[in-house]
């Protein structure tokens, strides 16, 4: 990737990973992604602000030469995950010179996987600043984007926010910059919802502390960079507030048929009564689109067979990332089909521990549905419209 210019002095020297469809060997990422790593040369002291995965690590060096770049000062680390922290113990040999600025926390986490050395790091406080000379920049803790080191980067004079993993996105583009572009939106979106959700209280107060600052441009360490900061900050506003919405997702299997029958007769009975549905066919499903349904749903129906005692495992899996991503839904149902026995509802439920659900009473069926099996689906449609309407949830 070529070195570019976000502001006067301030350059993308990162890598774009066009081809990686698989993050942490379970995050799908369809558009690929990018490690940006950001130069910031002051007038006294030139910076890194983080770095990029270890597999792109040629393509950081070979944009420092290009960048004319033979001194580091300081290499922040806004969050030791490898795909921004990996290649720091390299750059230190390269760069002996250069000292690790970061919290506490991360130079521990520093030390214990990469192995580098607490004398090569100089600790800093939350809130705390170091001058470049012509600039100044401020470290401010951001703790739980989504690692519990995790901490933000705020240049002043250039009122540019390098905001970690924080409002990024897996978006390989060309672009530097967002421009306002739809699908950079829809990679955030996603990049929240699998990896951010489960932290979204403390995303809550980084969003007002960011109110505080005066932003002019949001430089992520994935994806583009936002020149226009508004849209991505009331996006996330939204994603992370309290209130949910007058829709059901629903993830299934269906091994012989019975399943699928009962999720069809619901699908049909929740429109029929003005709610929006969105199933999921867990086989083959993408679990980034999952979990981008799951940020404002209000209801979850888990519906499997029953294999051997228990769920079908493809359910199982999907419950247990459910239960991991702790989205705000409000309401569940776990309904499916039996041979001649199970416990696949006590099963669902302990693994739901995470979550804060009203349950409805089970809808389960021994063999195919019949006429009453979908007279208790139907009803299970009206109290699900019950709810969503005392909750005030019915505005169409
Ligand atoms: Fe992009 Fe949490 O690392």
Redesign the pocket.
Known sequence: MAVRELKPGVYSVGAIDWHRRLFDELIPLPHGTSYNSYLIKGSEKTVLVDTVDPSKEQELLSNLQKSGVNRIDYIVAN?A?Q??SGIIPGLLRLYPEARVLTNQKCRDMLRDLLGIHEEKVLTITDRSTISLGDRTLEFIFAPWV??PETMFTYSREDKILFSC?FL?SHFASSSLFANNEAKVYEGAKRYYAE?MMPFRKSINRHLEIIKGLDVEMIAP??GPVYEETETILSLCREWVSDSVNNKVVIIYVSMHGSTEKMVSHLIDALIARGIHVKPFNLTGADLGELAISLIDPATIVIASPTVLVGAHPEVAYAVSLVNALRPKLKFGVIIGSYGWAGKMVEQITAMLSSLKLEMFEPVLVKGHPRETDFQAIDRLADEILRKHRDAGLMTE
């Open positions: 969050h995950e795909d921004h989504h690692w993993d990024g990896i360490s994935h």
